[in-house]
Nanobody, 114 residues
Framework: QLQLVESGGGLVQPGGSLRLSCAAS????????MAWYRQTPGKQRELVAA???????NYADSVKGRFTISRENAKNAVYLQMNSLKPEDTAVYYC????????WGQGTQVTVSS
């Protein structure tokens, strides 16, 4: 079973950048569809960006042009480069892997504030 560990969150000023990483342990990482979600208190978890096993990518409208998702199958890793961060990007960000079922990481906090 795949296990996911996120890193790279933190406090950043509006307009700044962060790069989140998700390290996966387990077999056949390349077969998984990977995604980043985020959640704020009292709200449902929402999809931020996704990348399929074949490399197809989609983004939430709110992050298009600012965030970039990528994966390195040789390193069992997926990344989220976040630029031009806004206060409304503040959330806990979760890495997700999907094959026959969903696997989630523990989440990493991103806070955008001056």
């Amino acid at each position: 079973q795949l296990q996911l560990v996120e890193s790279g969150g933190g406090l950043v000023q509006p307009g700044g950048s962060l790069r989140l990483s998700c390290a996966a342990s387990g077999m056949f990482f390349g077969a998984y569809h990977m995604a980043w979600y985020r959640q704020t208190p009292g709200k449902q978890r929402e999809l931020v960006a996704a990348i399929t096993s074949g490399g197809s990518i989609n983004y939430a409208d709110s992050v298009k042009g600012r965030f970039t998702i990528s994966r390195e199958n040789a390193k069992n890793a997926v990344y989220l480069q976040m630029n031009s961060l806004k206060p409304e990007d503040t959330a806990v960000y979760y890495c997700n892997a999907k094959l026959t079922y969903d696997t989630w990481g523990q989440g990493t906090q991103v806070t955008v504030s001056s």
